[in-house]
């Protein structure tokens, strides 16, 4: 079984900063792309970051120039990086990724996080 697991959201003040992580684990036997979404309240969950296994990064508009996503592949983790946070980056963070299992590698699926809240204050 896949799993991804979140953490580091939390509360923090406006122009605060915060670094999420994902760890996937599991029974893995490839991972592609990799990226981050939120979601806010009453809003529909929308892409903020993704990096392909090449290494090409697309960030949103919202986001860029204050959050950088990483990865350590050697550790099946990737992060996400939140610099100068605006009330407006309050949301539920998920991360995701493109994952063959051991189990039928013939098969990529998407997997997602549980989720992790990110407040930020005025």
């Known amino acids: 079984q896949v799993q991804l697991v979140e953490s580091g959201g939390g509360l923090v003040q406006a122009g605060g900063s915060l670094k999420l992580s994902c760890a996937a684990s599991?029974?893995?036997?490839?991972?592609?792309?990799k990226g981050w979404y939120r979601q806010a309240p009453g809003k529909q969950r929308e892409l903020v970051t993704t990096?392909?296994?090449?290494?090409?990064?697309k960030y949103a508009d919202a986001v860029k120039g204050r959050f950088t996503i990483s990865r350590d592949n050697a550790k099946n983790t990737w992060y996400l990086q939140m610099n100068s946070l605006k009330p407006d980056d309050t949301a539920v963070y998920y991360c995701?990724?493109?994952?063959?299992?051991?189990?039928?590698?013939?098969?990529?699926?998407?997997?997602w996080g549980q989720g992790t809240q990110v407040t930020v204050s005025a």
């Open positions: 995701t990724a493109d994952i063959r299992s051991a189990f039928d590698p013939r098969e990529e699926r998407d997997y």
């Open positions: 990096i392909t296994s090449g290494g090409s990064i």
């Open positions: 599991g029974r893995l036997f490839s991972i592609a792309s």
